[in-house]
């Protein structure tokens, strides 16, 4: 059965500095997400992507973060500056672009990032 | 108030028993209902879809009311292995390249004893 997948799993890293999670979503779906959760908190969405291009955003996506499918299999996640809230399990989802009944959203295992 | 709001347990059940979690919504404007299950420090994995029918996958029963703005799901005969957090999910009206975020609540802790 074809996943997601995302690299690293986990990643540590100083407050201020840059991370990129990187994500392969299905190979047939057209729609990328990155999610996140906070331990102990419920999922959140952040972002989607389609077409190159982000379709939504939430209001956690601010100016530190930014999404690009650098080729054709790959699908990151950029935060520029982290902070120590940036500390959570983040999960990268994909979708087919259907227009019409259900529509079932693959996650991946998620990346652990801890800011110190 | 929340937008998806769920009891968060933890429910402590015997093997073999029936079990139900309920679930509201805020946002009349929802369009699409799941349950998904997550184990502990694991990706939420889609349990099962919910239409306003109300459907059955084996052991599982779900129901939505949209009058009501609620969502159940219903698990018999309680195994070990169902032990997780299930987390009630919602999200938009599917339109051509519309919204898609979906919206999960905290989820309730299911614990399946011997």
């Known amino acids: 059965e074809p996943e997601v997948t995302q690299t690293p799993s986990h990643q540590v890293t100083q407050m201020g500095q840059e991370v990129i999670l990187r994500c392969v979503p299905i190979?047939?779906?057209?729609?990328f997400y990155w999610y996140r959760q906070i331990l102990g908190q419920k999922v959140e969405f952040l972002v989607s992507?389609?077409?190159?291009?982000?379709?939504?955003k939430s209001e956690i996506f601010d100016d530190q973060f930014s999404v690009e499918r650098p080729d054709g299999s790959n699908f990151t996640l950029k935060i520029r500056s982290t902070k120590l809230e940036d500390s959570a399990m983040y999960f990268c989802?994909?979708?087919?672009?259907?227009?019409?009944?259900?529509?079932?959203?693959?996650f991946g295992p998620g990346t652990r990032l801890l800011v110190l | 108030r929340k937008e998806v709001e769920q009891d968060p347990g933890p429910f402590n059940v015997p093997e073999g028993a029936t079990v139900a979690f309920n679930c509201t919504y805020s946002?009349?404007?929802?369009?699409?209902f799941f349950w998904y299950r997550q184990d502990c420090r694991k990706e939420p994995k889609l349990l099962m879809s919910?239409?306003?029918s109300g459907n059955e996958d084996g052991r599982f029963t779900a129901q939505l009311n949209r009058a009501s703005q609620y969502i159940s799901l219903l698990i018999r005969d309680s195994k070990l292995s169902d032990s997780a957090t299930y987390l009630c999910?919602?999200?938009?009206?599917?339109?051509?390249?519309?919204?898609?975020?979906?919206?999960f609540g905290s989820g309730t802790r299911l614990q399946v004893q011997p």
């Open positions: 992507f389609y077409n190159n291009e982000i379709s939504e």
């Open positions: 989802a994909s979708s087919e672009a259907r227009t019409s009944g259900g529509e079932t959203q693959y």
């Open positions: 999910v919602v999200g938009p009206l599917l339109m051509d390249t519309g919204r898609r975020a979906l919206t």
């Open positions: 919910v239409y306003s």
């Open positions: 946002n009349s404007a929802s369009q699409s």
């Open positions: 190979s047939n779906h057209l729609y």
